[in-house]
Structure formats: structure tokens, C-alpha cells
């Protein structure tokens, strides 16, 4: 007999954990600060005088003790007091701007990067072919396997042999090497509008994106202000805008470098930035022009751009601007 039984709304039952709501907001503090955990804590102690965001049960003293206790933050190992953020608080910083930026895409099926060619896979084509050694047995056709078995043996004595067997054409799935681009010019925070936060938050996406759904890709990250040089996926929450121009140029060369070396035939160049090329390298010296569209920068920026294209790398920009 199904029973009910009722009793008086308890909302606190539905509050957030203390601990996780102040680390959301310390996660995101610590992108503002490029990793600074000194800083991030003042700035969370300032809102929590001003919002009263904890309260006397918990207060940030034991929030900064559960962050050393599960292993977000740890001491620089240098002999002093500083904390810096651990590898768990990487990740973690990297999941939620997947969280925050892709959330849609994971709602999607799981899975490598589909193309048009048959071949080893798991998702179905609308083909049936013969069985062949080495096809996985959960590609088997079972209604076409069953068909032909009677076909070839008659109903009474019903067997199977491997001639019977059918299975289901699958598409190939194929590796991509990516290089990810950077721009950390000084325009990224020019005029107080902070561009290199949510650049750094696509760049953490784009970067978990493809650690998780496509584990076999390659991926390499590089940043381009005056110059261009590679960065670990661990930097990526901590990287600091520069008194730089941006020399996109520099940039897709390095990119182009680092491809050329990948065995992959398919490659591709993912760019961060918020405008126009305004830099680039002529023998030893600087060509900086910050003063509308300059055509030799632009001529030299697209001439690289054409030169993706005829090697059959994909350039995809995400611009960062309001």
C-alpha cells in the first residue's frame, strides 16, 4: 500500500554547502587575481563584510582550512607562509569554465571527432557489410545475421556460421592536433575592461573540452603579445596581460611549427583575441602600429591565414570584445 507522509518545509535543507558556494566565488576571484590567493582571500573576506556571506557556524578561517585540507591550495614550498592554488584547484578551475562556456555541447552524444569516411567507430552508418576478422561483436546486424542463416541453412536445422554474420557499418573517428593562441596584448585590459578573464575562461574550456571528449587529440597552447611562446594547460588560469603589442603573425607561426611536427594529418589553429594585429617582426627589429589598420601588419597577418588555408589548417577566432 503506497503511504504518504508530510511534515514542515525545511529550507535549510536546500541551502548550498557553505564551503562549495565560497569556493565558486573564490575560483572565480582567483581568475581575477591570475592565480594571486593572498589576493583572492582579501577580496573574498572584503564581500563577506559586505554581503555577510558566512556566518558564526562557518567563517573564512575554516573555508581556508578545508581549502589546504582537500588539497586545493598548498604552500609554495619555499619555507614561508605564501599559498598558491594545487593541481586539484587547475583542474577544478578548468572543469567549471567547461561548466560555465560548454555546458550545451556535454548535453550532446559523447564521443571523438565524427567524419564523413567509414571505418572503426561507434556510431552507425545506414550500411550492413559482411563480417569481417576483428569487427567488435557489438556491431553485429542481428536481424540481417538472423536473415541470412536462414537463408543459407533453411528453417528446420537453424545454425550460424561466420559467413552468416553481418554488422553495421560504423563512421571513423579520427585525431585532431590543436593549437591553442592567446592574445595577453596590452589591449586586453585597455580602457579598464577586463577582456583577458573571459579569455582565459574560453581558453580553460576549450582546453578541458578536449582533454575530456577527445582524450587522443593533441593539444599545445601558446600566448602571442610582441613575441609568441608555448605555455602549459596548468598556466592557463595565471596568465597576466603584458605591455605588448599584438603580433598575430608571430603567433600563427608558432602555431604552424608546432603543427608541422604533429604526424596528424588533421590540424587546426583555435585564436583568442580581442582585435586587429598591430605588431610585427621585421628582421630583428619591431613593426608596431596600435593606429587603426596597417596594411603591411594586415598584408603579412593574412598572407600566413592564406597560407593555413592551402595546408588544409583550419584557423577558428574567438573574438573577445563587447
Given at each position: 500500500m503506497i503511504s504518504w507522509r508530510f511534515r514542515k518545509f525545511d529550507s535549510d535543507a536546500f541551502k548550498e554547502n557553505p564551503f562549495e558556494t565560497l569556493l565558486r566565488l573564490f575560483k572565480e576571484l582567483l581568475m581575477h587575481t591570475n592565480g594571486d590567493v593572498s589576493k583572492a582571500l582579501n577580496w573574498l573576506t572584503q564581500l563577506d563584510n559586505q554581503y555577510s556571506i558566512t556566518d558564526d557556524n562557518y567563517g573564512i578561517a575554516d573555508f581556508i582550512q578545508d581549502l589546504k585540507d582537500k588539497g586545493y591550495i598548498k604552500s609554495d614550498g619555499k619555507g614561508s607562509d605564501k599559498l598558491v592554488p594545487a593541481a586539484k584547484m587547475e583542474l577544478s578551475l578548468r572543469k567549471q569554465a567547461l561548466d560555465d562556456i560548454f555546458d550545451h555541447l556535454r548535453k550532446s552524444k559523447s564521443g571523438d571527432h565524427k567524419t564523413n569516411h567509414t571505418g572503426q567507430g561507434d556510431e552507425h552508418t545506414a550500411e550492413i557489410r559482411p563480417f569481417a576478422f576483428g569487427d567488435p561483436l557489438d556491431q553485429l546486424a542481428m536481424t540481417?545475421?538472423?536473415?541470412?542463416?536462414?537463408?543459407?541453412?533453411?528453417?528446420?536445422?537453424?545454425?550460424?556460421?561466420?559467413?552468416?554474420?553481418?554488422?553495421?557499418?560504423?563512421?571513423?573517428?579520427?585525431?585532431?592536433?590543436?593549437?591553442?593562441?592567446?592574445?595577453?596584448?596590452?589591449?586586453?585590459?585597455?580602457?579598464?575592461?577586463?577582456?583577458?578573464?573571459?579569455?582565459?575562461?574560453?581558453?580553460?574550456?576549450?582546453?578541458?573540452?578536449?582533454?575530456?571528449?577527445?582524450?587522443?587529440?593533441?593539444?599545445?597552447?601558446?600566448?602571442?603579445?610582441?613575441?609568441?611562446?608555448?605555455?602549459?594547460?596548468?598556466?592557463?588560469?595565471?596568465?597576466?596581460?603584458?605591455?605588448?603589442?599584438?603580433?598575430?603573425?608571430?603567433?600563427?607561426?608558432?602555431?604552424?611549427?608546432?603543427?608541422?611536427?604533429?604526424?596528424?594529418?588533421?590540424?587546426?589553429?583555435?585564436?583568442?583575441?580581442?582585435?586587429?594585429?598591430?605588431?610585427?617582426?621585421?628582421?630583428?627589429?619591431?613593426?608596431?602600429n596600435a593606429y587603426g589598420i596597417d596594411r603591411k601588419i594586415l598584408n603579412r597577418t593574412l598572407a600566413l591565414a592564406v597560407k593555413c588555408r592551402k595546408l588544409n589548417i583550419p584557423v577558428t577566432t574567438f573574438m573577445i570584445a563587447r
Open positions: 540481417e545475421t538472423l536473415k541470412s542463416a536462414q537463408i543459407n541453412h533453411g528453417i528446420d536445422e537453424f545454425f550460424l556460421t561466420q559467413q552468416d554474420l553481418h554488422v553495421h557499418e560504423t563512421y571513423y573517428q579520427s585525431q585532431t592536433s590543436t593549437v591553442l593562441m592567446i592574445d595577453i596584448s596590452h589591449s586586453m585590459i585597455l580602457y579598464g575592461e577586463d577582456r583577458i578573464t573571459p579569455a582565459k575562461k574560453v581558453a580553460m574550456g576549450l582546453a578541458e573540452l578536449i582533454i575530456t571528449r577527445y582524450p587522443k587529440d593533441t593539444l599545445d597552447i601558446i600566448v602571442f603579445g610582441n613575441d609568441a611562446w608555448q605555455v602549459e594547460i596548468k598556466d592557463l588560469p595565471y596568465l597576466e596581460v603584458g605591455p605588448y603589442h599584438t603580433n598575430t603573425v608571430a603567433g600563427l607561426e608558432l602555431a604552424m611549427d608546432i603543427l608541422r611536427k604533429r604526424k596528424n594529418p588533421n590540424k587546426q589553429i583555435m585564436m583568442i583575441t580581442d582585435g586587429k594585429p598591430t605588431c610585427i617582426k621585421v628582421g630583428k627589429k619591431y613593426y608596431k
